[in-house]
């Protein structure tokens, strides 16, 4: 039974791309026995509220299961899989209900001012291994490059994500002449009945990102899509994640893991997730680059294809301690 000895918080900002803020939490048990959780873009009070809570909810508090671990952060929860995983020596993966060892990727492209330029991006990465695409457009920025790429790449597995920047679904309509696979977040969370006359429209799949297993029933019962885009890390807890993943398949959907951002812990608990039997749709944990990772070894596509630690115990990667303490805005210790 786990029992929390001494905690690490940790908030760093990632030194590459947007600088992204990320928390990183460290807990030990009295046999020595380390587990790390984190969590990407945190709300603005969540680290007042870490370092005022944390340590009273855990340390000395025994608990059997993660799900009954006095957690209530999602870095927290993390941390008490990769613990209790780590402890009784199997991976998370296989712990959570995991089936795959290897899962395909898919590279997400950001839009470029230049068709032709966007054209030799993709080729760039159909060359190292990638068969499947994902294109993020907006709204003026979409059916053109979108042809472009179709043009060159006949048989490339093609998807595109809208950034919830769209209002109408007459915008993207037009699209479905280009055989894509997934439409990814066409429009703000919220309003089902849009998504619901967009997937009316196409034949391609609509895509939803969700946050909680409740928030997805709306979506479910009207039909509004056909793939849940799970973002483990954005549910309070990866057995929520594992529930909304649950739902979907009883539902009939497609799922598609992602988790790019962070420090590689949230990468690998993504993939985690990402091998659970409904995920079928390739995952995506391919941006920002490698340099902001502090795990051991990087989490990441070789090839396209993306290795699930099913011979490790926990997440299956070793945190640098000396980078995350380079790295470190701010800490406290209990």
């Known amino acids: 039974m786990p029992r929390v000895r001494e905690l690490e918080v940790f908030r760093l900002v990632l030194p590459y791309g947007r ?3 990320t928390v990183l939490v460290k807990l030990t048990d009295h046999g020595g026995m380390t587990g790390w959780g984190e969590a990407v873009a945190p709300p603005p009070k969540a680290w007042s509220a870490l370092e005022e809570t944390l340590a009273a909810r855990l340390i000395g508090v025994d608990w059997e299961h993660p799900d009954s671990a006095p957690s209530g952060d999602p870095a927290v929860d993390m ?6 995983t780590r402890m009784r020596g199997v991976p998370l993966a296989h712990a959570i209900g995991g089936e795959r060892t290897s ?3 898919t590279i997400r492209l950001t839009p470029d001012p230049s068709v032709e330029s966007l054209v030799a991006r993709v080729n760039q990465q159909v060359c190292a291994g990638y068969s499947h695409v994902t294109l993020d457009i907006r709204p003026g920025h979409d059916v053109e490059p979108v042809r472009a790429v179709r043009a060159a790449f ?3 597995t093609l998807a595109v994500d809208g950034g919830e920047t769209y209002r109408d679904p007459e915008q993207l309509v037009a699209l479905d002449s280009y055989d894509i696979e997934v439409i990814e977040r066409p429009f703000a969370l919220g309003d089902p009945y849009l998504h619901a006359t967009l997937q009316d429209q196409v034949s391609a799949s609509v895509a939803v ?6 928030e997805l029933d709306d979506y479910l ?19 929520d994640a594992r529930r909304a993943h649950d739902r979907a398949v009883a539902a009939g959907w497609d799922i598609q893991c992602a988790g790019g951002q962070g420090a590689g812990l949230a990468r690998a608990a993504t993939v985690a997730v990402a091998s659970l039997p409904g995920c079928t749709l390739p995952c995506d944990v391919t941006q920002p680059p490698r340099n902001n990772q502090i795990v051991d070894p990087v989490v990441g596509a070789n090839g396209g294809v993306i290795a ?3 011979t ?9 301690e000396e980078r995350v303490h380079r790295l470190a805005r701010d800490s406290f210790h209990s």
């Open 19 to 21: 600088r992204l803020e």
């Open 79 to 84: 941390a008490c899989w990769d613990l209790w």
């Open 103 to 105: 899962l395909m990727a």
């Open 154 to 156: 006949p048989a490339l």
């Open 209 to 214: 990102e969700v946050t909680s297993p409740a």
């Open 221 to 239: 019962t009207l039909r509004a899509a056909k793939v849940l885009l799970l973002r483990p890390t954005s549910f309070a807890s990866l057995s």
């Open 308 to 310: 699930v630690p099913f």
């Open 312 to 320: 490790q115990a926990g997440l299956g990667h070793e945190v640098d």
